[in-house]
């Protein structure tokens, strides 16, 4: 039996009383993957910011990425 399965088997014999405070820790959980994910986000942008490679904010047109890479434009 999965875990998945097993927590599944739990709840369903939880008493309903119990299942509110269940559900605001899960919504807890969730709520910080989130944020983990936010803070990701902005360590990546901070490494770009801090990145001392002059050419970092060099831009190229897309068509002109698509002929040196020999793409058509579709």
Do not use: N
Not at 15 to 39: A, R, V
Not at 51 to 62: G, N, R, Y
């Amino acid at each position: 039996m999965s875990e998945r399965e097993q927590a599944k088997q739990i709840i369903d014999q939880l008493p309903e009383y119990k299942i509110s405070g269940l559900l605001m820790f899960l919504q807890g959980m969730k709520f910080d993957d989130e944020i983990e994910d936010d803070l990701y986000c902005q360590r990546l942008y901070q490494e770009y910011l801090d990145d001392p490679d002059p050419e970092k904010h060099q831009t190229f047109a897309l068509e002109d990425c698509m002929k040196e890479w020999g793409l058509s434009d579709v």
